[in-house]
C-alpha cells in the first residue's frame, strides 16, 4: 500500500504542478511585472507634477504657449494685425507714420510664406530705435529686409521694409 499512496502523491503532484502551479506561475509574474509598470508610472506621474504642477495646469501653460506661437509665426499673414501693431508702436514712440505699403504673400521654402510691409516714418534718432527694437522684439516674427533712413534737423525720415513670416498653406 505505501507504493499506491508514493504513486498517488506523485500524480496528485504531477497534476498540481501541471494543471494549477504552472499557469498560476505565469498569473503571478505577470502581475508582479504590471505592479513594477503601475509603481513606475505613479513615479513619473508624481515627478511630472512636482515639476509641472497638475496635469490641467500644465495643459493650460502648453496651450498659452502654443497660442504665442501662432501669434508669432501665424497660419496666415494676419498683416492687419501687424500694421496695427506698427501704428501702436509709432503712437507709443511718437514716431509719424507717413504711408504703409502691403505687399503680396509669397511661399518660401515649402513651409513657410513671407510678406513685405513698407513703412514711410519720421521721428527723431531715439524714437526710430525704440520703435524699431520694439516692431523686431514683438509678439510677431518680423525682420528688417531695407532700411533708408535720412537726417534733416534732428530728424529721422525714410522706408523700413519689414517682411512677416506664417506658415504656408498646406495644399
Same mark, same amino acid.
Given at each position: 500500500? /505505501?507504493?499506491?499512496?508514493?504513486?498517488?502523491?506523485?500524480?496528485?503532484?504531477?497534476?498540481? &504542478?501541471?494543471? !494549477?502551479?504552472? /499557469?498560476? =506561475?505565469?498569473?503571478?509574474?505577470?502581475?508582479?511585472?504590471?505592479? =513594477?509598470?503601475?509603481?513606475? &508610472?505613479? %513615479?513619473?506621474?508624481?515627478?511630472?507634477?512636482?515639476?509641472?504642477?497638475?496635469?490641467?495646469?500644465?495643459?493650460?501653460?502648453?496651450?498659452?504657449?502654443? #497660442?504665442?506661437?501662432?501669434?508669432?509665426? /501665424? &497660419?496666415?499673414?494676419?498683416?492687419?494685425?501687424?500694421?496695427?501693431?506698427?501704428?501702436?508702436?509709432?503712437? =507709443?514712440?511718437?514716431?509719424?507714420?507717413?504711408?504703409? #505699403?502691403?505687399?503680396?504673400?509669397? @511661399?518660401?521654402?515649402?513651409?513657410?510664406?513671407?510678406? @513685405?510691409?513698407?513703412?514711410? !516714418?519720421?521721428?527723431?534718432?531715439?524714437?526710430?530705435?525704440?520703435?524699431?527694437?520694439?516692431? !523686431?522684439?514683438?509678439?510677431?516674427?518680423?525682420? %528688417?529686409?531695407?532700411?533708408?533712413?535720412?537726417?534733416?534737423?534732428?530728424?529721422?525720415?525714410?522706408?523700413?521694409?519689414?517682411? !512677416?513670416?506664417?506658415?504656408?498653406?498646406?495644399?
Amino acid at each position: 500500500m /505505501p507504493f499506491v499512496t508514493i504513486a498517488v502523491c506523485c500524480v496528485v503532484t504531477f497534476f498540481f &504542478a501541471v494543471i !494549477i502551479y504552472e /499557469p498560476i =506561475k505565469s498569473e503571478i509574474f505577470l502581475m508582479q511585472t504590471e505592479t =513594477k509598470k503601475l509603481h513606475a &508610472a505613479e %513615479i513619473e506621474i508624481e515627478n511630472f507634477e512636482n515639476l509641472h504642477g497638475s496635469f490641467e495646469n500644465f495643459s493650460a501653460l502648453t496651450e498659452s504657449h502654443l #497660442q504665442t506661437t501662432r501669434e508669432f509665426l /501665424p &497660419a496666415e499673414s494676419l498683416q492687419d494685425n501687424f500694421v496695427a501693431e506698427i501704428y501702436k508702436v509709432a503712437e =507709443k514712440n511718437k514716431i509719424l507714420v507717413n504711408s504703409i #505699403q502691403i505687399g503680396e504673400v509669397e @511661399s518660401v521654402e515649402e513651409n513657410f510664406s513671407r510678406q @513685405s510691409i513698407k513703412v514711410k !516714418i519720421e521721428g527723431d534718432y531715439i524714437s526710430t530705435l525704440n520703435f524699431l527694437r520694439e516692431i !523686431i522684439d514683438g509678439e510677431r516674427f518680423a525682420t %528688417i529686409e531695407n532700411l533708408t533712413l535720412e537726417s534733416k534737423e534732428n530728424i529721422l525720415s525714410g522706408d523700413v521694409e519689414f517682411l !512677416i513670416f506664417s506658415v504656408a498653406a498646406s495644399g
